[in-house]
């Protein structure tokens, strides 16, 4: 989520984003996909061992470009099924123009299918479903409009505001209200969790 990746590809089309503040006080997403898939995803950046982790919650397919030493260990033990850039660049993997590296490794889901499929990967089946209280539950809180998440610095504040025209919150960064490169769709968001 460095503002040299922003705006981001395919995270409109994303299941649940998790965003998490890595090293250097940058934020970092994992997208995970199951009802609606981009064309394209990208920046893909390398793995860090929480968000291995995350995903292997899932039984997702871990799909990144290189790796910290502890998400190497263990992605090469097996842990998860991966895709991993450093030994698909300009196959799997293309390089783009309109960014300079590291933000410029992409992915089409159709290129994920076919690393799947060479690789003998599982893509059928989905994760258990989470549980949620009745709507009617008697709940306690406060109903926020707006939230803004601090991370390490103004780039890196998450700020969500509700729209009651499409029930959902839209996301915003220091660059603005986020929205897809390739298409200018929203990133509209119905449930936040901090």
Same mark, same amino acid.
């Given at each position: 989520?460095?503002?040299?990746?922003?705006?981001?590809?395919?995270?409109?089309?994303?299941?649940?984003?998790?965003?998490?503040?890595?090293?250097?006080?940058?934020?970092?997403?994992?997208?995970?996909?199951?009802?609606?898939?981009?064309?394209?995803?990208?920046?893909?950046?390398?793995?860090?061992?929480?968000?291995?982790?995350?995903?292997? $919650?899932? /039984?997702?397919?871990? *799909?990144?470009?290189?790796? #910290?030493? +502890?998400?190497?260990?263990?992605?090469?033990?097996?842990?998860?099924?991966?895709?991993?850039?450093?030994?698909?660049?300009?196959?799997?993997?293309?390089?783009?123009?309109?960014?300079?590296?590291?933000?410029?490794?992409?992915?089409?889901?159709?290129?994920?299918?076919?690393?799947?499929?060479?690789?003998s990967f599982e893509l059928s089946g989905a994760p258990?479903?989470?549980?949620?209280?009745?709507?009617?539950?008697?709940?306690? $809180?406060? /109903?926020?409009?707006? *939230?803004?998440?601090?991370? #390490?610095? +103004?780039?890196?504040?998450?700020?969500?505001?509700?729209?009651?025209?499409?029930?959902?919150?839209?996301?915003?960064?220091?660059?603005?209200?986020?929205?897809?490169?390739?298409?200018?769709?929203?990133?509209?968001?119905?449930?936040?969790?901090?």
């Amino acid at each position: 989520n460095h503002p040299d990746a922003r705006p981001q590809s395919g995270l409109y089309k994303a299941d649940v984003i998790f965003e998490a503040l890595a090293e250097g006080g940058v934020t970092r997403f994992l997208a995970l996909y199951q009802s609606e898939k981009p064309e394209i995803v990208g920046p893909v950046r390398s793995a860090r061992e929480y968000f291995v982790q995350l995903a292997k $919650g899932y /039984d997702a397919l871990f *799909v990144h470009h290189g790796w #910290s030493p +502890q998400a190497k260990k263990l992605i090469e033990a097996g842990y998860i099924d991966s895709l991993n850039g450093l030994f698909y660049d300009g196959t799997l993997f293309q390089r783009v123009s309109f960014r300079v590296a590291p933000h410029n490794s992409y992915i089409t889901f159709d290129n994920i299918i076919k690393g799947a499929e060479r690789n003998s990967f599982e893509l059928s089946g989905a994760p258990k479903s989470y549980v949620f209280l009745e709507e009617d539950a008697d709940l306690e $809180g406060t /109903d926020l409009a707006s *939230v803004t998440i601090h991370y #390490s610095n +103004q780039d890196f504040s998450s700020h969500f505001e509700y729209d009651s025209e499409s029930e959902t919150y839209h996301r915003f960064s220091s660059e603005g209200l986020m929205a897809d490169y390739d298409t200018q769709e929203l990133v509209e968001v119905s449930n936040v969790f901090i």
